[in-house]
């Protein structure tokens, strides 16, 4: 990775992260501390590693991008209105009743969504649903999707687990951002589901690890899964949930509560001064 091209995703994960705080505190609801601690990884997909065009946004042969912690919906409605789906000016309308901007994606209402998520441990089977019928078409795409740390606790992840491995899906990238807290707490406390590594493993996958704010480390693992054949890769990415606000960062009750307008103030000035120090870089 070049210079530049880390700049540009640096900038980018930025921007997500204003987009992020610009749309929970005008909803005056959501879920803004997973959806900045994602913020780096929303920004390498979109930045780089998808192949999709905001012209076309269903080009059947676009790759698929399944959110599957849906609640991390800002995080991905300023990735896709930064990549030219929509104009970020949308990002005011979150939650707001007609907004094509919902609580969780609607693949319905807004463009570039492929898959409408929000029940917890569902969207990795939509994404193996996809990977298998891109195989049974023979269709050159790849299917990623992203889940929390908690969401693993669900027992649907793991059937989904172990269909992706039975049919060989080495076009599907499991993605889990390991921010070690969850709505109530402590994943660990919660409902510990670590070693995380050993389990995919054991259930076929190719395991990588990286640290998910690290856009190099992040390109060594998706370049490295997409050599992967005959079985499913899983990223584990770590991660800071409420990254790039400090006030937020590594606080469990950022996992679904809006910024006040003090708050608000205080975010994002502390982005907006962050985003002139990457951009001066």
């Known amino acids: 990775m070049t210079e530049q091209e880390k700049k540009q995703l640096s900038v980018l994960a930025c921007k997500?992260?204003?987009g992020i705080v610009e749309g929970t505190y005008h909803a005056k609801s959501g879920h803004p501390g997973g959806s900045l601690g994602a913020a780096e990884l929303f920004a390498y997909l979109y930045g780089k590693e998808l192949r999709i065009d905001?012209?076309?946004?269903?080009w059947p042969q676009r790759d698929r991008f399944v959110l599957s912690k849906g609640h991390a919906a800002?995080?991905?409605?300023?990735?896709?209105?930064?990549?030219g789906f929509f104009s970020p000016e949308d990002l005011k309308t979150l939650r707001q009743i007609g907004s094509h901007l919902q609580g969780h994606p609607n693949m319905r209402q807004?463009?570039?969504?492929?898959?409408?998520?929000?029940?917890?441990?569902?969207?990795v089977s939509c994404a193996v649903g996809m990977a298998l019928g891109a195989k049974y078409r023979a269709e050159d795409m790849r299917v990623y999707t992203l889940l929390g740390?908690?969401?693993?606790?669900e027992g649907q992840v793991w059937e989904a687990a172990m269909a992706a491995a039975h049919y060989r899906l080495?076009?599907?990238?499991v993605i889990v951002d390991v921010n070690g807290l969850q709505i109530d707490g402590a994943t660990k406390d919660v409902m510990n589901?670590?070693?995380?590594?050993?389990k995919f493993a054991a259930f076929g996958f190719a395991v990588f690890k990286a640290d998910g704010h690290d856009f190099e480390q992040l390109e060594e693992a998706f370049a490295a899964a997409r050599q992967i054949k005959g079985r499913p890769s899983a990223l584990l990415a770590k991660t800071v949930k409420g990254k790039g606000v400090g006030f937020m960062e590594n606080q469990a009750g950022w996992h679904g509560k809006a910024?006040?307008?003090?708050?608000?103030?205080?975010?994002?000035?502390?982005?907006?001064?962050?985003m002139a120090r990457r951009e001066a870089m």
């Open 193 to 198: 589901s670590e070693p995380l590594d050993k």
């Open 149 to 153: 740390d908690g969401e693993i606790a």
């Open 110 to 123: 807004t463009p570039g969504v492929d898959m409408s998520t929000g029940s917890l441990g569902q969207g």
């Open 259 to 274: 910024p006040n307008a003090e708050e608000y103030g205080r975010a994002m000035a502390e982005l907006r001064a962050e």
């Open 74 to 83: 800002p995080g991905l409605y300023a990735a896709l209105a930064e990549r």
């Open 54 to 58: 905001p012209a076309k946004p269903d």
């Open 16 to 18: 997500i992260r204003l």
């Open 170 to 173: 080495d076009n599907l990238m």
